[in-house]
Nanobody
């Protein structure tokens, strides 16, 4: 069993910053990529950012480029999402997910953490 627990969400004013964390526990994988997704009310879930096992490759959605940074600490089984210059349209539930090496999809998901940006 794999568990992903996100934390760090909350209410912030537009222009502010937040750092989300996601801790992975349970079954161990040799290598896995991790990603952040979000879902706003009435909208479909969308990709935000992803990072390779080594951390050497990162990917960001166009909507967050230059504002959000994904990173990871494999010793702590943790992935982070540093969010800056937040906008009201960033308001959503943010989910982290694990994509084990060799898989094409994210197989494991957290329960989500709410981020609300007030304008």
């Amino acid at each position: 069993q794999v568990q992903l627990v996100e934390s760090g969400g909350g209410l912030v004013q537009a222009g502010g910053s937040l750092r989300l964390s996601c801790v992975v526990s349970g079954r161990r994988f040799s290598r896995y990529a991790m990603g952040w997704f979000r879902q706003a009310p009435g909208k479909e879930r969308e990709f935000v950012a992803a990072i390779s096992w080594s951390g050497g490759s990162t990917y960001n959605a166009d909507s967050v480029k230059g504002r959000f940074t994904i990173s990871r600490d494999n010793a702590k089984n943790t992935v982070y999402l540093q969010m800056s210059s937040l906008k009201s349209e960033d308001t959503a539930v943010y989910y982290c997910a694990v994509k084990p090496d060799g898989r094409l999809v994210y197989d494991y998901w957290g329960q989500g953490t709410q981020v609300t940006v007030s304008s």
